[in-house]
């Protein structure tokens, strides 16, 4: 079954470093997302991505964050410049028709 | 803004019937959905329901949405000990586009023997 695959799994970061997570969506699938967890706390929707370009984003989306599909598998969203509160589990979902998402495994992001 | 709110835990004896609650905001919600999520993994999507339902049936799995009161249920038959998982309800508006979804905190279903 295809699934959306998260790289890496966990990836460890000095404050102020720029980080990059990556996602590989499902082959057919048109629209990108990007959420993040805190631990504790709710899923929180950052930012979508259809047609080469940003469709929505969140408040929590601000400038430090970009988002990228550099080629025909891979989207990848940057943090410039990483803060202790960027800490959270970043999932990556994709979806065909915008109405169902599916979603990877996460990549858990820990900033000392 | 909308907002999705859970129980955060739900204790049920292996074999019982599970009845996870959920309750929304956004009257405007055209998809909801129950995501699953085990240790470790990622959000697996177990079933949605489109606004104009009221109910939906897919084997141990029976979601009741009643509109009027914005509230959710995921109901699993004969609960067995892989059900246990943290249960997370999503609703998505009618904003149009690549809409990002609204979760609420999840429920963590515990199974007792």
């Known amino acids: 079954e295809p699934e959306v695959t998260q790289t890496p799994s966990h990836q460890v970061t000095q404050m102020g470093q720029e980080v990059i997570l990556r996602c590989v969506p499902i082959?057919?699938?048109?629209?990108f997302y990007w959420y993040r967890q805190i631990l504790g706390q709710k899923v929180e929707f950052l930012v979508s991505?259809?047609?080469?370009?940003?469709?929505?984003k969140s408040e929590i989306f601000d400038d430090q964050f970009s988002v990228e599909r550099p080629d025909g598998s891979n989207f990848t969203l940057k943090i410039r410049s990483t803060k202790l509160e960027d800490s959270a589990m970043y999932f990556c979902a994709s979806s065909a028709s915008a109405s169902i998402q599916y979603f990877g495994a996460g990549t858990r992001l820990s900033v000392l | 803004g909308e907002d999705v709110e859970q129980s955060l835990f739900l204790s049920v004896r292996e074999g019982d019937s599970s009845v996870i609650n959920c309750t929304y905001t956004?009257?405007?919600?055209?998809?909801l959905y129950w995501y699953k999520q085990e240790p470790g993994a990622g959000l697996q999507l177990l079933t949605y329901i489109f606004s104009n339902m009221d109910m939906k049936q897919d084997q141990r799995l029976t979601v009741l949405l009643n509109k009027k009161d914005k509230h959710l249920s995921l109901r699993i038959a004969d609960t067995q000990t892989g059900d246990s998982a943290i249960y997370f309800c999503?609703?998505?508006?009618?904003?149009?586009?690549?809409?990002?979804?609204?979760f609420g905190k999840g429920t963590h279903l515990i199974i007792q023997p």
């Open positions: 999503a609703e998505r508006g009618r904003g149009g586009g690549a809409d990002g979804l609204t």
């Open positions: 956004d009257s405007s919600s055209t998809y």
């Open positions: 082959s057919n699938h048109l629209y």
């Open positions: 991505f259809y047609n080469n370009e940003i469709s929505e």
